[in-house]
C-alpha cells in the first residue's frame, strides 16, 4: 500500500510538471531569484552591520587597551615615584640619625671634659683659697708685727720727747707740761695718724683694738 501511495505522489508530480509551462516557469524562478536577491541584501545589510559593529567593538577595545596601558604607566611611574621618594626619605632619616648619633657622643665627651675641667676648677680654687688663706695669715701676722714695732718706736719717740721737753721746761710742773699748746697739738696729730694707719688695719685684720691702741698709749704716755 505503501508503494502504491509513492507512485501516487510520482505521478501527480510528473502530472505538475508536465502541466507547468515555460511562462510559469520563468515567473516562478524570477520570483525565487528575487526572493534569493532580498535575501542576499539583507544578509549583505546584515554583514556591513555586523562589520561595523565590529570594527566599533574594535575600535572600543583599542581605546581601553590605550586606556589600560596608559592607567598602567602612570601607576608604575606613580609606584617608581613613591619607590624612589621612599629610598630617599630613607637615606635621609638614615642620615639624620647617624649626624644624631655622633652629635651625641660629641656632646658627651664635651660634657666629660667640661665635667673634669670643673673639677680642675674647684680643686685650683680650693688651692688658690687655701693659698690666699696662709697669704692672709701671713700679712696679718706682719701687720701685727709692726704694729708692735711702730707702737714701741712710738712709745721710745715720745719718752724722749717728753724727757727733752722736761728738760726744756724746767720751770713748769709736770701737770703744766702736759698741758702745753704743744704736746696737745702733737698728740692730736699723732692720734690722727695712728687713727688712719689704726683704722686700715683694723680693716684688713679685723682687730678692733688696733687703731685705738696708739692713741691710749700716747695718753698714756703724756699723763704724769
Avoid: W
Avoid at 536577491?37 to 559593529?53: C, F, G, P, W, Y
Amino acid at each position: 500500500m505503501g508503494k502504491k501511495g509513492k507512485k501516487g505522489k510520482k505521478k501527480g508530480s510528473e502530472d505538475l510538471s508536465v502541466k507547468m509551462t515555460e511562462e510559469e516557469i520563468f515567473v516562478a524562478q524570477k520570483a525565487t531569484l528575487e526572493t534569493l536577491e532580498k535575501t542576499r541584501e539583507i544578509t549583505r545589510r546584515e554583514a556591513d552591520s555586523a562589520l561595523v559593529e565590529e570594527r566599533k567593538l574594535r575600535q572600543k577595545v583599542e581605546e581601553m587597551q590605550a586606556d589600560l596601558s596608559t592607567e598602567q604607566k602612570q601607576t608604575f611611574a606613580v609606584v617608581a615615584d613613591s619607590a624612589r621618594s621612599y629610598k630617599a626619605d630613607q637615606e635621609g632619616l638614615i642620615f639624620q640619625i647617624n649626624s644624631l648619633e655622633t652629635t651625641l657622643v660629641d656632646l658627651r665627651e664635651e660634657r666629660d671634659t667640661l665635667r673634669h675641667e670643673l673639677l680642675e676648677l674647684q680643686a685650683d680654687k680650693q688651692d688658690q683659697e687655701a693659698e690666699l688663706d696662709d697669704q692672709i695669715q701671713v700679712l696679718k701676722k706682719r701687720c701685727d708685727d709692726i704694729a708692735a714695732e711702730f707702737v714701741d718706736m712710738l712709745q721710745t719717740i715720745l719718752k724722749l720727747m717728753r724727757e727733752r721737753m722736761g728738760q726744756v721746761f724746767t720751770g713748769e710742773s709736770q701737770e703744766a707740761l702736759s698741758k702745753t699748746e704743744y704736746v696737745e697739738k702733737f698728740a692730736e696729730l699723732q692720734a690722727k695718724t695712728m687713727g688712719g694707719i689704726g683704722g686700715k688695719m683694723n680693716l684688713q685684720l679685723g682687730t678692733p683694738g688696733a687703731a685705738t691702741a696708739p692713741t691710749k698709749i700716747l695718753n698714756e704716755s703724756a699723763q704724769p
